[in-house]
């Protein structure tokens, strides 16, 4: 590994130590401020803004990544993205009216969750830039300030009252992603002030525009069904079981799968604008090096992570998040570890995929592992009666990409 890529991990993971500490405490916290079952109600709608928001801009965020490289004129391509991320956020928020409309949410509900989802793109249309422009200094910035603003606010409002809490949480969220994109966003101008930009080759930028529309919609599905595997069991829990008992799966879950998702993040997070470049140099040798020696410590970490689970996390976990301390909610916890490292891999084996633009292949391969997940759910939810089932249906769905991906890859080097 290079110099530079090492440079970019360490500052991408100092970018998750607050974020990561306050999120992992803000579950405890806020279930605790709700109660099981409130907290249960909040996850569903918490879970579909982010189904939302990654599946709207998600694929947008990853293109931008990618060809940020490939324009000359900076400056020129940061206004093209604007312009898609507004258009972009105007349908968003018309959908979003027509939909919690005709669900009859309330109109302060939806007013601040329509917020929410416009500022959310807005972020994360600016990090990806940020990505691309090996901004990571300003990254770590944003991304703290945003979940501290969040954290702050929704305990203020909680702690006032916790009536229609729902629209005080949705309020929080709106705020904090607001003031992170703000942030950002001026930073990304005055570095593009100070950039060389190449004003007689802007066709550059505009070529770049059109691969990133090319290049990402396969990517929205991809986002969508990628978003939805970990989701489904959630609806079918709290259907079979109630919002109560889906708070305390919520719990355990967040505790140990996503904590661990926003810890391995810095690793795809300075891979992709890297790989990129490597890429646009066909430094492919290089790519695939990185690639293994990231796998193999994934690897190692993932055995550790279970093996301090079992002996020493799960009864610290479950008594944070006052949660049964059974062999049930012990069995969730480590599938919840191994789930979260066989996705993570995963997408570190799809990045070729990503780099050589066989976009519709990853589309393909992980539209056939959401109905592979939903696949095993169904007999799950109606015949059998154990609720550690349910996040086995999300490692599987990520064994089933992962096998996928290695046969497309195979495949993909045979041409």
């Given at each position: 590994m ?5 440079g970019?991990l360490?500052?991408?993971?100092l970018?998750?130590?607050i ?14 401020m ?15 803004f982010l189904?939302t928001t ?13 060809f ?8 020129t ?22 939909v ?7 109109a302060?509900?939806?007013l601040?969750f329509?917020a929410?989802l ?7 249309a600016c ?6 422009s090996?901004?990571a ?9 945003r979940i501290?603003?969040?954290f702050t606010?929704a ?7 916790t ?8 309020f ?10 703000f ?6 101008r005055?570095?593009l ?12 930028s505009q ?13 929205f ?6 978003s939805?595997?970990p ?5 079918l829990?709290?259907?079979k079981?109630?919002n109560?008992l ?5 719990a355990?879950f967040d505790l140990v ?13 300075t891979a ?7 890429h ?11 690639m293994?020696?990231?796998?193999a410590?994934?690897?190692?970490l ?6 301090g689970?079992?002996?020493?996390g799960?009864?610290w976990?479950?008594?944070l ?18 789930a979260?490292f066989?996705?993570?891999i995963?997408m570190?084996l ?13 589309m393909?391969?992980?539209?056939i592992?959401l109905?592979?997940t ?10 059998w009666?154990?609720?550690?089932l ?6 599987f769905?990520?064994?089933?990409y992962?096998?996928?991906c ?10």
């Amino acid at each position: 590994m290079n110099r530079h890529f090492i440079g970019d991990l360490y500052y991408y993971a100092l970018s998750v130590i607050i974020p990561g500490a306050i999120s992992f405490f803000s579950v405890p916290v806020l279930k605790s401020m709700l109660g099981a079952s409130d907290f249960g109600y909040y996850s569903l709608w918490m879970n579909a803004f982010l189904i939302t928001t990654g599946s709207s801009i998600g694929w947008i965020a990853t293109s931008i990544v990618r060809f940020r490289s490939a324009a000359s004129n900076p400056l020129t391509y940061f206004r093209q993205v604007i312009k898609i991320v507004t258009i972009l956020s105007v349908v968003l928020a018309v959908c979003c009216v027509l939909v919690l409309g005709a669900m009859g949410k309330p109109a302060g509900f939806i007013l601040v969750f329509a917020a929410a989802l416009i500022a959310s793109v807005y972020q994360n249309a600016c990090i990806a830039f940020a990505q691309g422009s090996f901004m990571a200094k300003r990254t770590v910035l944003t991304e703290s300030l945003r979940i501290i603003v969040f954290f702050t606010l929704a305990v203020l409002l909680l702690s006032v009252s916790t009536n229609h809490f729902d629209i005080r949480l949705f309020f929080a969220t709106a705020v904090s992603y607001s003031v992170s994109t703000f942030f950002l966003f001026q930073s990304i101008r005055r570095k593009l002030a100070n950039e060389k930009n190449d004003s007689l080759n802007e066709s550059t930028s505009q070529i770049a525009i059109q691969d990133l529309l090319h290049y990402g919609w396969p990517l929205f599905f991809w986002t969508l069904a990628y978003s939805l595997i970990p989701y489904l069991d959630k609806l079918l829990v709290a259907e079979k079981y109630g919002n109560e008992l889906l708070g305390n799966y919520q719990a355990v879950f967040d505790l140990v799968y996503k904590t661990l998702l926003t810890l391995l993040n810095p690793i795809l997070l300075t891979a992709l604008p890297h790989f990129s470049r490597m890429h646009v140099v066909s430094d492919l040798t290089q790519v695939r090096q990185i690639m293994k020696k990231l796998i193999a410590i994934e690897l190692l970490l993932a055995s550790l992570c279970l093996l301090g689970y079992y002996f020493i996390g799960a009864k610290w976990l479950h008594q944070l998040a006052k949660v049964p301390h059974n062999s049930e909610f012990i069995g969730i916890g480590m599938v919840s570890v191994v789930a979260a490292f066989a996705w993570h891999i995963a997408m570190l084996l799809h990045k070729p995929l990503e780099m050589a633009r066989r976009t519709k292949v990853m589309m393909y391969n992980i539209l056939i592992s959401l109905l592979s997940t939903a696949a095993l759910l169904i007999p799950v939810f109606y015949y059998w009666h154990q609720m550690l089932l349910f996040p086995v249906s999300i490692l599987f769905g990520a064994v089933v990409y992962i096998i996928l991906c290695l046969f497309s890859l195979a495949k993909m080097q045979k041409v």
